[in-house]
């Protein structure tokens, strides 16, 4: 009867552990976790059960392995706040499955997407035309961002990150055809002169959209 009562107190004990765990780390959708995060949840769920299972062996042999994880998680979400090319390593990078009304069949076969998945994903946003796309992205969630055409123009726009925590997005200039020269004077002349500063800075429609860091 003892094992039983242990048993039972080591479950209470670890589900919330992983409660508090998992608040600690962030919310975030299930589709929106990135294979950093499923590896971590299932290697604490692991630690968990055999804690539970194992309920001989001291506790904090389960414990501290899981709060080391959660140490390494949250190192790595602040790194990656930072430094794009760390989120990109971690999470991947958007990919366009349709540009410009064109669907990309290298792009599909780098990224394993056939077309039962993009006529799927396209039914579920209510599109029946695929000839009504502009832009279609694989978003690194898995799930497929739609940008449908202008019904009066055919055309479409998407928005273009120019800045990122203060850094110059070569990838974007490229996208607009621009460079860094081009962008650090359209930004001076809208007396924006320290880019350090610039947290966010995206052009779409030849219009800019500029936000500050506040911390």
């Known amino acids: 009867m003892s094992a039983f009562f242990i048993i039972a107190g080591r479950t209470l004990i670890f589900y919330v552990l992983i409660l508090?765990?998992?608040r600690i780390m962030g919310k975030r959708e299930i589709g929106e976790l990135s294979v950093l995060d499923l590896v971590v949840f299932i290697m604490m769920g692991e630690m968990a059960?055999?804690?539970i299972e194992q309920h001989k062996d001291p506790m904090w042999h389960s414990i501290v392995p899981m709060l080391l994880l959660l140490a390494i998680q949250l190192v790595m979400a602040i790194t990656s706040l930072k430094i794009r090319k760390v989120r990109a390593l971690i999470d991947g990078e958007p990919s366009f499955i349709i540009k410009n009304g064109k669907i990309d069949e290298k792009v599909m076969k780098k990224t394993r997407y056939n077309f039962d998945d993009l006529l799927?994903?396209?039914?579920?946003k209510d599109i029946s035309n695929i000839s009504d796309v502009e832009f279609a992205i694989l978003e690194t969630s898995g799930d497929l961002s739609v940008i449908k055409k202008d019904k009066k123009t055919k055309t479409a726009?998407?928005?273009?990150p120019l800045i990122l925590m203060g850094e110059i997005q070569l990838e974007g200039l490229n996208e607009i055809q621009k460079d860094k020269k081009w962008?650090?004077?359209e930004l001076e002349q809208r007396g924006h002169h320290d880019i350090k500063k610039i947290s966010f800075c995206s052009f779409q429609d030849g219009k800019f959209f500029i936000d500050y860091d506040d911390l």
Not at 120 to 124: A, D, G
Not at 157 to 160: F, G, K, L
């Open 20 to 22: 508090v765990i998992f």
């Open 49 to 51: 059960v055999t804690a």
């Open 120 to 124: 799927m994903q396209l039914r579920i």
């Open 157 to 160: 726009s998407y928005t273009i």
């Open 183 to 185: 962008l650090l004077k």
